[in-house]
């Protein structure tokens, strides 16, 4: 399929209307957001949503409300145009690139804040950035109302905290996390690595080894405090300029799981800066 066979619409009408002759013809609907700058891992997310539904709609919102005052929104990268010719050719049936008025109509009040798990990591890094996130994806999963929606597991903390606000609000849509996609030296794929300058991205291919270091020293009983420390110092040493975060979680809520060996389901998370261009990445333990 060409970007010209992929149909558009900007409106809550258009979609629903769409969404509903689906759904009248016996079809599911899968949901991919994104925030467009799409790259292999977000069509991988489309694939994922047609492989376990009959029709897919991708939405393209760069979301203002989930940017802080000094982070990167007016240059966060945007190509509707080639965005949509990378989703045809993933099988997307529908692109829904709603304006901010679709989203955020005059007079909008509402803000939605999943406690617990939004707390730590980002949510300490990045203040209202999960709030931000959250109102914007219970109203893209209204908006839609598919039957499942898929998020990549790359934004760990972010997929849990849909998981939280999908089952608190009783929300009927299925949520989907997918595996991670990384370059041929295990970088995490994101739109912002397009910031990167040839040096940096270089020192980016490191971040996946001490992550995945770590994982393997928690498996083989070091204990949690000294692989957060262990990992810290081995960022450094690779040259990341400032690293917000690198710690073990439980898998499920983010808490921390103490002091001593991992007992339980975990998640080592981190997050670093190199220049400008924060990377995030995260492993299973």
Known sequence: MSADFLPVVRTVAQLRAQVRAWRAAGETVGMTPTMGALHEGHLSLVRLAKARARRVVA?????????????????????EAGDAELLASAGCDLLYAPDVSQIYPPGFATRITVSGVSEPLDGAARPGHFDGVATVVAKLLNQAQPDLAVFGEKDYQQLQLIRRLVLDLDLPVEVIGAPTARAQDGLALSSRNAYLTPDQRIIAGRLNVVLADAAARLKAGDTVEKVEATGRAALERQGFDQIDYFEVRHAQDLSHPGPGVLSVPGRVLAAAFLGKTRLIDNMAV
């Open 59 to 79: 939405s393209i919102f760069v979301n203002p409300t989930q940017f802080g005052p000094n982070e990167d929104f007016d240059r966060y990268p945007r190509n």
